[in-house]
């Protein structure tokens, strides 16, 4: 269903406030650069920090701006499955064509109670469901059995996978169906993902460089690893890079030097990239041409 570089796109602020004329400059931007598809409300997003209202407001102004373009893939998780309830029904009337959904944080529940955490938001909408698995950020990590159980649920169509563990993407082939999607949630991961039989990357990178992230995407559906690894190489610093802080800081700063319309204001308790973290993203940037 999905496929390709697909930005976890950052959230504009200026003075505090979401800056949704530079956001959409930014979707039209992706689209132009070759992005297969949009995840608003993400991690990256600083879902986290947006309460209800704006957290629509995001939402939409994605879906408005892609205009059907490509599809996108709206951030509604939550630890309360009550929330992320609200969250789909809104995605699905604003024209999202999928809700990505993270394991529920902090709560700690047990795999069967994430596997109910799943089915109750199925029942309550046919959306088809991205399931998010980054266990360092929500402590709790959805095991590749309950993966596989998930997958068993017929609008869990995917998985954004940043477990760090690319066993995973054997054994999620061996117990998914065949047209269950495996997507990367790790950029520097992505080619050994691709080449275990991954489709695609939710991405932090592509936000910055989205023409080298889908032309990279490109390379490895036609299985021209040669190219893939020319382009893995050339991105990989700036894959680093945007860790160099806590996220999403460093991409935000990075954007600040492609874009002048773009600020790097973050919203706390981000705080702005260090100085450490503005020169490697400054080299990174350089290295791979991006600036």
């Known amino acids: 269903m999905f496929s390709g570089s ?28 070759g992005t297969s598809a949009l995840v608003p409300c993400g991690t990256t997003g600083e879902s986290a920090t947006l309460g209800f209202d704006e957290h629509y407001r995001v939402m939409d102004c994605c879906i408005e701006a892609a205009a059907g373009r490509v599809p996108v893939i709206a951030g509604c998780g939550s630890n309360d499955t009550a929330t992320a309830i609200r969250h789909m029904r809104h995605a699905q009337a604003a ?46 990590d959805i095991s590749a059995e309950t993966m596989c159980r998930l997958a068993e649920i017929p609008s869990v169509v995917a998985i954004k996978d940043a477990s760090g563990d690319l066993c995973r993407v054997t054994m999620h082939r061996a117990g998914a169906s065949k047209d269950f999607c495996q997507l990367s949630g790790n950029d520097d991961l992505w080619l050994a993902h691709a080449a275990m039989g991954g489709v695609g990357c939710i991405s932090v990178t592509a936000n910055v460089a989205p023409r080298l992230c889908a032309d990279f995407a490109a390379a490895c559906a036609a299985s021209d690893w040669s190219c893939a690894l020319v382009l893995h190489d050339r991105l990989f610093g700036l894959h680093k890079a945007m860790f160099t802080d806590a996220s999403p800081a460093p991409v935000k700063y990075a954007l600040s030097r492609v874009h002048d319309w773009f600020s790097a204001e973050a919203r706390l308790p981000i705080i702005p990239a260090s100085d450490a973290s503005r020169a490697a993203v400054d080299a990174a940037l350089s290295a791979a041409g991006v600036i």
Not at 6 to 33: C, K, M
């Open 95 to 140: 024209g999202a064509a999928a809700a990505l959904i993270v394991a529920p944080y902090y709560n700690r529940p047990s795999q069967d109670g994430i596997v109910a955490h799943f089915e109750a938001l199925a029942a309550a909408s046919d959306l088809p469901i991205v399931v998010y698995n980054v266990p360092a950020r929500t402590v709790t």
């Open 6 to 33: 697909i930005p976890a796109l950052v959230t504009p602020f200026r003075d505090g406030a979401f800056d949704a004329s530079a956001y959409a400059r930014l979707v039209n931007w992706q689209i132009d650069e």
